[in-house]
């Protein structure tokens, strides 16, 4: 059961929709796998703010989160007992293609073949392809690292990723990309540095 005050905050902070009935939560307690896990409610976000608001409000409230793509996962990945996040739904569009660059900007809820409809009318197409594609997000194949017949040739999901937009706990946005990533590498290289001093200080 989920605490009144949570839904009453999550209702009037977003425009999404909120849905807590059981006919929903049975809908969503199955993605492709043996799984089978009710969740809590199903939030289904209508532009970003909202999924900034359902972060937040979801954190100060301690109910775990799981977002979903299309729910094509084979291991139960996109089922569990929390408040799914429908990312497939509205958050559908594909923002730009630099066709010299060969890169795109999605929403994670864009589907693996539109993107490859829209980035093949310039001979380009994104490297893994799993078999799902006509239904697979953006989003999951991302939060799966996903692969393809293909990919002993083109890579695997990670291969191809350049940048990601993050929602974080407290609802603030973050972007990860190489620089991010370099600047990571370093801190874990100090923070090792440093505990290797400790250690060995504790030696002596
Ligand atoms: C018939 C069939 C064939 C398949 N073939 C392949 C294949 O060849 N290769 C392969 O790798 N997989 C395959 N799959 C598995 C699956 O379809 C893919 O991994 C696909 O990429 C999952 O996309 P989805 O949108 O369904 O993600 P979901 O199942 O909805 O989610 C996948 C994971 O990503 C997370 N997630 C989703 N969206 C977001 C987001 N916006 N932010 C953060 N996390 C997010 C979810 O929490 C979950 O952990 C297949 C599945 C089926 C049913």
Not at 55 to 75: N, Q
Not at 116 to 133: E, I, M, Q
Not at 154 to 164: E, F, K, P, V
């Amino acid at each position: 059961m989920l605490n009144p005050d949570f839904t009453h905050e999550l209702r009037r902070a977003t425009l999404g929709d909120f849905r807590t009935d059981s006919v929903t939560r049975t809908l969503y307690s199955t993605d492709a796998s043996i799984y089978q896990i009710t969740p809590k409610a199903v939030f289904i976000p209508r532009h970003q703010e909202d999924l900034h608001a359902a972060v937040e409000i979801s954190s100060k409230y301690g109910i775990p989160i799981l977002p979903r793509g299309s729910g094509s996962s084979l291991a139960g990945q996109a089922v569990g007992d929390a408040l799914i996040l429908d990312l497939s739904r509205y958050l559908d569009k594909i923002l730009d293609v630099d066709s010299e660059a060969r890169t795109a900007i999605v929403e994670p809820g864009v589907t693996l073949s539109e993107l490859n409809l829209v980035v093949g009318k310039f001979g380009l197409g994104f490297g893994p392809d799993p078999a799902s594609a006509d239904r697979a997000t953006m989003g999951g194949v991302i939060g799966n690292n996903a692969t393809g017949a293909h990919s002993i040739r083109y890579g695997m999901a990670a291969d191809h990723l350049l940048a990601t937009d993050i929602i974080l706990a407290d609802g603030t946005l973050a972007t990860f990309n190489e620089k991010t990533l370099e600047r990571a590498n370093q801190l874990a290289q100090d923070k090792k540095d440093a505990l290797a001093a400790v250690l060995s200080g504790g030696i002596r």
